[in-house]
């Protein structure tokens, strides 16, 4: 070979060489620049996005109710102290009404009582306050228990009511006879009229000890130097027995009177928590952001409505008879450690572990790359020694053999790189220096041929 076609193989190597290094510097580049820009771009986005409130309908019970009083309060607060969540308060008849339009889509939360059926997407948020099975009567009647009621004419809420279905729970325990009692059915503001007025005997009711109506029940009776008695459930742990959803309370003596105590001493009685609810189908963040409000600003609340005083996160040591929903439960584990934390020691071990893997990786592959380059250069050397023994032939048959096993190579070479055994980037060199090599074979062949 001559020193011209010697220069000419290298330099054919090299320009290979560094096109392929460029082709990938090339490739590499805009890459990372193509990152770098989307980044700045998503950044931008994310940092100036200007989003809208997301507004919360919640039925919260009839006008004035304790759980609807509390619920405007809350959306007051809301309104202070939230930038991404607006709640819409409108009043309904009941805790069924109230799960028929959630169900139903028409709202986005709901107050209920705990023993209010419910389907399976419907999902918790928090206790509210409880309510309390109150049973009042004058003095003079000689109510005693629920049992005295017998042969008494008693004030009872509406047919279909919650309260009714409270005071069937307590008239079935105590076994009283449907018509040994004188039934009315009229609204708990006309019954407490007609108890003052000595039209009724007593009054059933459930309610918070801090109702509007309740309160002003008592003020009156105390006005008129009326006595009431507060007749408790004394058999409330029975009733939760036999209904989980009910729980027992206990109403601490002069609770709504000091000067004559009323009640005179504490008394036992049946409650039922209320509770606020949502649908598993609304997004956590709201729900997240709304459950914050309700227990980072517990004494805005207060301030404005004792009854907020009540507002707690589910007992989960007592189970739930509702699901909680995600958002709430994210609110509520805020403190707690994550699973990073918690398993920190075997973390560090598999990522120690991992380190020490992709370590005998990467020096299996430099170790495999370099023996690639290696077997390369052996071939790329048998072409340079079949090219010399070109140049120092005088017979044609030398030729002949050296085509022959120049060819041989190329197909070494080829299933070589079938098996991954060299890379494309050699094998590009590889071909460079072969058609170099078969040129020079062709061009001492034909020499000879000329000699003759």
């Known amino acids: 070979m001559t020193d011209n076609q010697q220069d000419t193989i290298d330099e054919l190597r090299l320009k290979n060489e560094r096109q392929v290094r460029k082709k990938g510097n090339w490739f590499l580049s805009r890459f990372v620049l193509l990152g770098l820009v989307g980044l700045v771009i998503g950044g931008y986005f994310y940092l100036t996005r200007n989003e809208e409130p997301m507004t919360l309908k919640v039925a919260a019970g009839p006008y004035r109710s304790d759980s609807y009083e509390l619920m405007r309060d809350v959306a007051d607060v809301v309104a202070r102290h939230s930038d991404t969540l607006i709640l819409e308060v409108v009043p309904s008849k009941n805790s069924s009404e109230n799960i028929s339009l959630l169900n139903r889509g028409e709202v986005d939360l709901a107050t209920i009582r705990s023993d209010t059926p419910v389907v399976s997407d419907v999902q918790m948020i928090a206790d509210l306050f409880p309510d309390y099975f109150q049973l009042i009567s004058r003095s003079e009647s000689l109510i005693y228990s629920p049992s005295d009621l017998v042969g008494k004419k008693v004030a009872v809420p509406f047919y279909g009511t919650d309260e009714l279905r409270s005071f069937w729970i307590v008239g079935d325990h105590y076994d009283i006879p449907i018509q040994g009692v004188e039934w009315v059915s009229i609204p708990f503001e006309e019954g407490t009229r007609k108890l003052l007025s000595g039209e009724v005997d007593a009054i059933f009711t459930v309610r918070s000890l801090r109702d509007r109506v309740l309160l002003n029940l008592f003020a009156d009776s105390e006005l008129k130097n009326l006595p009431l008695r507060y007749v408790p459930i004394d058999q409330a742990e029975a009733l939760a027995i036999k209904r989980p959803f009910l729980q027992v309370g206990s109403i601490p003596k002069g609770t709504f009177i000091g000067k004559a105590p009323t009640p005179r001493s504490h008394s036992i009685t049946t409650t039922v928590q209320r509770v606020l609810v949502t649908k598993d189908s609304i997004d956590e963040v709201p729900v997240r952001e709304l459950t914050r409000i309700l227990f980072e600003n517990r004494l805005d609340l207060t301030i ?27 609110y509520f584990n805020r403190d707690e450690p994550s699973f990073v934390q918690e398993n920190a020691e075997p973390l560090a071990l598999m990522v120690t572990v991992a380190a020490m893997l992709f370590s005998s990786m990467i020096a299996l592959r430099s170790r495999f790359v370099s023996t690639q380059k290696n077997r390369m250069d052996s071939y790329n050397y048998l072409l340079l020694d079949i090219a010399d023994k070109a140049n120092n032939s005088t017979h044609l048959e030398d030729i002949a053999v050296l085509k022959t096993e120049l060819f041989e190579t190329l197909e070494r070479v080829v299933r070589a790189l079938d098996t991954d055994e060299v890379t494309e980037e050699g094998f590009q060199t590889f071909s460079f220096l072969w058609e170099s090599v078969r040129v020079v074979l062709n061009e001492k062949e034909h020499s000879l041929k000329t000699d003759v």
């Open 304 to 330: 404005r409505f004792a009854l907020a005083s009540a507002i707690k996160r589910p007992d989960f040591a007592q189970g739930l008879a509702i699901p909680l929903h995600t958002g709430a439960e994210q």
